[in-house]
């Protein structure tokens, strides 16, 4: 059959290397060093994309200097230590026939004392925007300091086999402050023309062209952010870019979205159209002679990506949390099967969400990632001894257990006591703006069907039945269940809500799987500070109600500030005139409104017709424990989709 997208793999030559397709695993911060070197978990994680069958890897960025360390996960920087390290790295990539740079940076203002325990150098001595820390303008010879920084730092790329590295000019970073009028307000040669503003980066790349020679890629990472008054027009950018080009400096370009100055829209969620950065490739494509020009920013699938590339629009394609979710995208889409793929959810959770908090990264869906060393990538070994497998419960957990256990060989039943497969992540995927959680349950329900997994909906088991069926192995993915009584964890000397016995009540789940239908009056009780209770109050706001979310929370949807999408949520809920009383108890139910109580203040009174609880749940672990049988997910602990899934998979690779 032939390839249904030939654009996106069409072989592209690069200065001395030829890419065998358009797809890139574009730089992004996996933060999984162990003492600043790159290790085994590095290793496993780009050598697995690069088996997927990408085109070009772009290993996640070096902090070219000692003021340029950002997470505590940066490698080492100023020492040869490195190479040694990452030269297993980029054999192992080019052993599997990918090309592979190294991107190199250094944030300028904004960078962090938590980790380099350094100023921050800069153009002209501006604030951060990560925290409320200044920054010290740099005198010419702490300019030329920098400046030979990243010539090591790209002197190192190339001894460690990189076939070349990619410069972070990007969402207000040291090159682009350089750049900006706002960012740069030298009176001297590095400042005040354009061409001056242009010094720092050409004298970067002409320096390291001599020192590399022309057998090496030289690129460059840009982003747009409309939305910042002060960032640069796309106009501007065109010129910066241009200007570039025709000095042929760089060979590729890479445009992404976002920056620094609000923190969104770098790492696009759910609210965020897809191909959101297509249109800022393009414009660069039209101003550029040389060089090639990168699409990034939520481009997520095979088709979306041979679009742009078929378009003109760009001449390959990032496609990184596509390729942290399933990192035999390119594979998958060369075989024409573009339908295997697992979808990412732009959820941000375990990706974005874990190097927000400093650790290494990972994925919701797809828990091999950074565990490839461990797991032997994303694929799985044969079963020695194939055997029966019942799993009980057809929420996440049990659909991960079931599909791995099937892929491994062994004969799988799957029963559900109710009528879809999903459990509560179904009900999430019906929230305004996520569903890409349907897609993903969708996928499931492709590979049980390819897999030959026996489905059985509507089957609610005891321990007897369980027992009757047959199996070798009895896997509990029973789930969990709210628990009816309103507990909040600000006043623990009640087990349950006073007043919750009166009625007009409803679960978060009840309301969105329609069994309960709230008044037009709802206050959502927002115990958990995430997705749960925002997406509850978010959809009865678009359905029409008049919404007061009450939280213990300092902020609607708190907990997943590490997602990037709470600003976006909380001000769509602005929009639709929802209340939000933060760092509020509600103290007592009346049946038609409450008392709540904001911390440290008086007790107020709110009218409403319905109270709406978001919760966290109580696990559903009779059966299991009737059985003795290996529980997983939400059946052992009420906890998010990430762990079920994790241990889904997990148990089954056991099997």
């Known amino acids: 059959m032939s390839n249904p997208f030939p654009a996106l793999f069409q072989p592209l030559q690069l200065r001395h290397k030829t890419l065998r397709n ?3 695993f574009g730089s992004h911060t996996a933060n999984m060093s162990v003492d600043g070197l790159p290790g085994e978990r590095h290793r496993g994680y780009y050598e697995e994309r690069a088996r997927g069958g990408v085109g070009m890897i772009v290993v996640e960025p070096v902090p070219v200097h000692r003021t340029a360390v950002l997470t505590r996960g940066n490698f080492r920087h100023s020492t040869d230590e490195i190479i040694p390290h990452f030269r297993k790295i980029t054999d192992a990539v080019h052993g599997h026939g990918a090309v592979i740079c190294h991107q190199l940076y250094h944030v300028g203002q904004h960078g962090d004392f938590d980790n380099s325990y350094q100023p921050n ?6 604030p951060s925007f990560h925290d409320s820390d200044g920054s010290h303008a740099m005198i010419e010879v702490e300019i030329e300091e920098i400046i030979e920084s990243f010539v090591q730092a790209a002197r190192r790329a190339k001894e460690a086999g990189f076939d070349g590295i990619e410069l972070f000019a990007a ?31 050409r004298t970067i790349m002409e320096r390291i062209r001599r020192m590399a020679g022309d057998d090496f890629i030289i690129g460059l990472a840009v982003n747009m952010d409309p939305t910042s008054p002060v960032s640069q027009t796309i106009e501007q950018l065109q ?3 241009a200007w570039h080009d025709e000095r042929q400096l760089m060979d590729y370009v890479t445009c992404g979205t976002g920056s620094y100055f609000n923190g969104t829209g770098i790492i696009p969620n759910v609210f965020y ?22 699409c990034e920013a939520h481009v997520r699938t095979p088709e979306n990506a041979n679009y742009v590339v ?3 629009q760009a001449d390959m394609v990032s496609i990184v949390r596509g390729q942290i979710a399933d990192p035999h995208l390119a594979n998958k889409a060369k075989e024409g099967r573009p339908e295997d793929v697992r979808p990412c959810l732009s959820c941000n959770q375990m990706c974005w969400g874990r190097r927000y908090r400093d650790y290494w990264i990972s994925c919701l869906i797809n828990p ?14 044969p079963a020695e001894k194939p055997r029966k497998v019942l799993v009980v419960g057809g929420g996440v957990a049990g659909l991960e257990a079931a599909r791995v256990a099937a892929e491994r060989g062994h004969q799988v039943t799957l029963a559900e006591a109710s009528d879809k497969l999903g459990g509560q992540f179904r009900l999430a995927g019906l929230t305004p703006r996520r569903h890409q959680i349907i897609d993903y349950l969708d996928w499931f329900e492709r590979q049980l069907t390819r897999l030959q997994v026996k489905v059985l909906l509507n089957t609610p088991l005891d321990a007897e039945e369980v027992q009757d069926m047959g199996a070798d192995v009895v896997i509990v993915a029973t789930g969990s269940l709210p628990d009816g009584k309103g507990f909040q964890r600000a006043m623990p000397e009640h087990d349950a809500l006073p007043g919750i016995e009166r009625g007009n009540v409803a679960s978060a789940e009840d309301v969105m799987a329609r069994i309960a239908r709230p008044g037009r009056r709802v206050i959502v009780l927002d115990e958990t500070a995430n997705w749960k209770g925002a997406g509850v109050a978010l959809t009865l706001a678009e359905g029409g109600h008049e919404v007061t979310v009450v939280t213990p929370a300092p902020a609607v949807m708190t907990e997943m500030a590490r997602t990037n999408a709470d600003i976006q949520l909380r001000s769509r809920l602005r929009e639709l005139g929802v209340i939000m009383r933060t760092e509020t108890i509600l103290r007592e139910w009346y049946g038609n409104g409450a008392a709540i109580q904001p911390f440290g203040g008086s007790t107020e009174h709110i009218a409403a017709d319905t109270l709406v609880v978001a919760a966290t749940n109580v696990s559903e672990h009779a059966l299991g424990d009737e059985l003795g049988a290996p529980m997983i997910g939400d059946a052992i602990a009420a906890r998010n989709a990430a762990m079920a899934i994790y241990e889904g998979r997990k148990l089954a690779m056991g099997l």
């Open 273 to 294: 159209a897809d191909k959101l950065g297509v249109p800022h490739a393009e414009a660069l494509k039209q101003v550029v002679k040389h060089a090639k020009v990168q």
């Open 239 to 241: 010129d910066i870019i």
């Open 368 to 381: 091999s990632a950074g565990r490839e060393f461990e797991w032997g990538g994303d694929r799985f070994t």
């Open 121 to 126: 150098w800069s153009p002209s001595g501006l």
């Open 22 to 24: 358009r797809i890139v």
């Open 310 to 312: 078929a378009s003109g």
């Open 171 to 201: 969402y207000n970073a040291i090159i682009d402050q350089f750049w900006l009028p706002f960012n740069n307000r030298r009176d001297d040669k590095w400042g005040g023309s354009f061409e001056n503003r242009m010094r720092f980066s």
